[in-house]
């Protein structure tokens, strides 16, 4: 096959890729995440526990008070299982958008709070309407796990 047979498959190909990716997930169904029973409490009210059980948190405030499409703020309490806070902790967040399979770029950053178990979270980029699963992992002493924080961004 001569190479410019060869770059038009090829064009063609990656063409049908990118506009199968761009309409995956884009339908009104898959965006209308709102009534999601895994849905993170934004209230401060609960508490979610590690998939092993090692950590408990709580988002203890956020900014805007629910997630909006953009850059959020948020503020963690972070304990271990009997509620102690935990302050010398390795604490990763990484927002992931799982219908589409793609993060975001803007890096997260965690900030120890002057309180014990406290850490302020920001920018939470959340940037595009649906449900994003956002991953934090936590590392204290020798102990490794993770918590997942799902929000909806409406469009």
């Known amino acids: 096959m001569s190479s410019a047979v060869l770059r038009w498959v090829c064009l ?22 709102t009534e999601d029973p895994s ?13 092993a059980g090692t950590f408990k948190l709580r988002i203890a405030a956020a900014s805007p008070n629910t997630p909006t499409k953009g850059d959020n703020s948020w503020t ?27 993060g975001t770029g803007v890096k997260a950053i965690v900030t120890p709070s002057v309180e014990p178990g406290r850490f302020v979270v920001t920018p939470v980029n959340l940037w595009m309407p649906g449900l ?10 020798a102990a490794v796990d993770h918590i997942v924080l799902n929000a909806c961004i409406e469009g």
């Not at 299982?81 to 219908?99: I, K």
């Not at 994003?132 to 002493?141: P, S």
């Open 12 to 33: 063609g190909l990656c063409s049908l890729v990118l506009c199968a990716c761009a309409s995956a997930g884009t339908t009104q169904a898959s965006l209308d995440c």
């Open 39 to 51: 849905l993170a409490d934004f209230s401060g009210q609960s508490w979610a526990t590690s998939g």
């Open 76 to 102: 963690l309490e972070l304990s271990d299982v009997t509620g102690a806070p935990l302050s010398d902790v390795n604490l990763q967040v990484t927002p992931f958008m799982p219908q589409h399979g793609h």
């Open 132 to 141: 994003w699963e956002v991953r934090l992992t936590v590392e204290h002493g």
